[in-house]
């Protein structure tokens, strides 16, 4: 159920703030990324050079840029500039109920609000959901007569009526419960599932990149190494640049290609962030096979393989396993309520059944 309201979390989470700002209009060029970091670090001139983690490319022409700037230890504050005159139009706002709801929801998703030993339990739950969904494609009674099997009469005794809709509703609903339970289950356990992956696959994981320190030296301007960046994926659109948080970290600027489907994209290229060398270019459509797979994790469970569609479908995806519980055990109750009958009743009903 939590992840039927999680379908279209992003959109909403990105919708609430932006209501509560001024609205863009969208001009002809966007500002260099320079003006927009030094125009949010004036803001924060009265504190001790708090560090900027990342920024946000807007995915539409009237959406912010935001930038996010750690303020403490375990805090970050989102400013959202826009892109086209640097003006600030927010930051710290304050998170709205909707916000919260959804980071509740999120927590109880992922952890069921249990930190890493919930993170683990749910993985173990999507193993085991994942055997239960195939053995349920395995048992289906509907392989006898296909046609039949999708059948569902509505005027049935209840017992009839909720075999039908589980056995309808559960094959139907099985091999995408097996994409989201499954995926989920990897990465609860992905410090073992990787390194799988790539062994099955003959693949190896690449090096993390790292930047040659120069005594003396300040990193390079981020429009140059934007510029850079851009050279060695021509035909992919800015999503993110992570900032390095040591001198010997890269800088990572995030990129989508026209045939990812995520909207923050799959592609990323690695740069020295002192000489602005390209360390490394993650390019989804030249990734490994161990590499593809475990990007198709995400591609799966978010269910957005085939776009708004089956985004909607995994709506009522979600609710499957609920409608799979209450008609399983009303079936169960039938079963067990006619085990446990008197001899006397059961000659009743024969008696009944007769007349």
Not at 60 to 77: A, G, L, R, W
Not at 88 to 104: A, E, R, T, V
Not at 335 to 354: E, F, H
Request: hydrophobic share 45%; net charge positive; with cysteine.
């Amino acid at each position: 159920m939590t992840g039927s309201l999680l379908v279209f979390q992003s959109e909403i989470r990105t919708f609430d703030p932006q209501r509560r700002i001024s609205t863009i209009a969208p001009q002809s060029e966007m500002l260099p990324v320079e003006v927009v970091l030094n125009i949010v670090k004036t803001t924060y001139a009265s504190q001790p050079k708090p560090p900027v983690e990342a920024i946000y490319w807007p995915t539409k022409p009237h959406e912010p840029m935001i930038v996010s700037v750690k303020t403490k230890k375990d805090e970050s504050t989102d400013n959202y500039v826009n892109p086209y005159t640097g003006a600030i139009l927010g930051n710290n706002l304050q998170p709205s109920f909707i916000q919260k709801s959804f980071d509740i929801i999120l927590g109880l998703h992922m952890r069921l609000l249990g930190g890493d030993i919930g993170y683990k339990f749910v993985g173990i739950i999507g193993l085991l959901m994942s055997f239960m969904s195939i053995s349920g494609i395995i048992l289906w009674p509907g392989w006898r007569k296909l046609i039949s099997g999708f059948k569902i009469k509505w005027n049935a005794h209840p017992k009839r009526l909720y075999f039908d809709i589980h056995k309808v509703g559960g094959v139907i609903a099985s091999v995408f419960l097996i994409f989201t339970f499954f995926t989920g289950f990897c990465w609860s356990f992905e410090e073992f599932v990787n390194p799988m992956i790539y062994a099955l696959t003959f693949s190896k994981p690449l090096p993390t990149p790292v930047s040659v320190v120069v005594a003396g030296h300040s990193p390079l301007g981020f429009t140059e190494q934007l510029q850079t960046a851009q050279a060695a994926l021509p035909q992919a659109e800015f999503r993110k640049i992570t900032f390095p948080t040591t001198p010997e970290e890269a800088l990572v600027v995030d990129f989508k290609l026209p045939q990812e489907n995520l909207a923050h994209g799959l592609s990323s290229v690695y740069l020295d962030q002192y000489s602005g060398k390209v360390l490394r270019v993650d390019s989804s459509l030249q990734a490994s096979l161990g590499d593809r797979i475990l990007n198709s994790f995400g591609i799966l469970h978010f269910s957005i393989f085939w776009g708004l569609p089956s985004r909607i479908f995994y709506l009522f995806v979600g609710l499957a396993p609920l409608i799979l519980f209450v008609s399983g055990f009303v079936m169960w109750w039938y079963r067990y309520k006619g085990k446990n009958r008197s001899p006397q009743t059961i000659k009743m009903v024969k008696l009944r059944a007769k007349n």
